[in-house]
């Protein structure tokens, strides 16, 4: 199985800050990476495919980067609504496997 | 609008069963594959089980094979989750999703979800 491993677990930032959270997988995924943001009590939602193609609907201070084992997930200003929990899942093979998540949280 | 309705969740005691269903409308439910994916209670996201368009195969989390099985009904826009001899860890949320494919492989990522059904094993 493959493992994904997020950092950090947890962050505090303030409104405008740029944010980034890592996700490294145990083998090599190519570019089958993709990036959910979930709030309380909400189902996740769909953010970044295929490691850097932005889902239609999603502002653009949200960018994903990376191949391989490393990648990136930046959110370049931050905003009041982007506090959130943020998940990596890699769909490169079966099972399909979740990073622990990164939780936004306000400073 | 493409949606995703699941119901089914409850309480149900360890070693007890539980159908859980998902009503997919705004798209053509055959074409895609679909998933379960769960929550547990202030725990991150694990997938669960998966099944091809067809329905002809379908795969599935060590972690529940064996006592889960996953079906669709393409002629209901149906996708079940047919849950035996319940643990306590397999408490949690249970989402359905639409899997999407741009590269190789019979899911590459998850969109849009249902809304979630708890599903409690408790004694």
């Known amino acids: 199985d493959i493992q994904m491993t997020q950092s950090p677990s947890s962050l505090s930032a303030s409104v405008g800050d740029r944010v980034t959270i890592t996700c490294r997988a145990s083998?090599?995924?190519?570019?089958?990476l993709n990036w959910y943001q979930q709030k309380p009590g909400k189902a996740p939602d769909l953010l970044i495919y295929a490691a850097s193609t932005l889902q239609s609907g999603v502002p653009s201070r949200f960018s994903g980067s990376g191949s391989g084992t490393d990648f990136t997930l930046t959110i370049s200003s931050l905003q009041p609504e982007d506090f959130a929990t943020y998940y990596c899942q890699q769909g490169s093979s079966t099972p399909l496997t979740f990073g622990g998540g990164t939780k936004v949280e306000i400073k | 609008e493409v949606q995703l309705l699941e119901s089914g969740g409850g309480l149900v005691q360890p070693g007890g069963s539980l159908r859980l269903s998902c009503i997919a409308s705004g798209f053509t439910f055959s074409s895609y594959a679909m998933s379960w994916v769960r929550q547990a209670p202030g725990k991150g996201l694990e997938w669960v089980s998966g099944i091809s368009g067809s329905g002809g195969s379908a795969y599935y989390a060590d972690s529940v094979k064996g006592r889960f099985t996953i079906s669709r009904d393409n002629s209901k826009n149906t996708l079940y989750l047919q849950m035996n001899s319940l643990r306590a860890e397999d408490t949690a949320v249970y989402y359905c999703?639409?899997?999407?494919?741009w590269g190789t492989g019979w899911c590459n990522y998850f969109d849009p979800w249902g809304q979630g059904t708890l599903v409690t094993v408790s004694s």
């Open positions: 999703a639409t899997c999407q494919v």
């Open positions: 083998q090599s995924i190519s570019s089958y």
